[in-house]
């Protein structure tokens, strides 16, 4: 069973950072894409950044460069290193996993800005 396991949510004050990670639980496991969605509430879920096996990391341009994604291949895991955070940033965060054959989602990690 695929799992992904996210932690490093919590509140922040705006201008602040902070990071997310998001540990797959498998460690054989063929992977298109990984990454990050966000849904606020009343909001649609929308997509935050993401790494591919073939190509470069890309993440929202809404998002002007205060987010970056990365990927630790030996530790199975991806991480978000959030900067400037704005109180519009608010939102549960989703980690994401898409496979050749199938999809999967976390169980999600609230980020709060606020002072």
């Known amino acids: 069973q695929v799992q992904l396991v996210e932690s490093g949510g919590g509140l922040v004050q705006p201008g602040g950072s902070l990071t997310l990670s998001c540990a797959l639980s498998?460690?054989?496991?063929?992977?298109?894409?990984m990454g990050w969605y966000r849904q606020a509430p009343g909001n649609q879920r929308e997509w935050v950044a993401s790494t591919f096996k073939n190509g470069p990391a890309a993440s929202a341009s809404s998002l002007k460069g205060r987010f970056t994604i990365a990927r630790d291949n030996a530790k199975n895991t991806i991480y978000l290193q959030m900067n400037s955070l704005k109180p519009e940033d608010t939102a549960v965060y989703y980690c994401?996993?898409?496979?050749?054959?199938?999809?999967?989602w976390g169980q999600g990690t609230q980020v709060t800005v606020s002072s």
């Open positions: 498998e460690d054989d496991i063929t992977f298109s894409a």
């Open positions: 994401n996993l898409v496979t050749p054959t199938a999809q999967y």
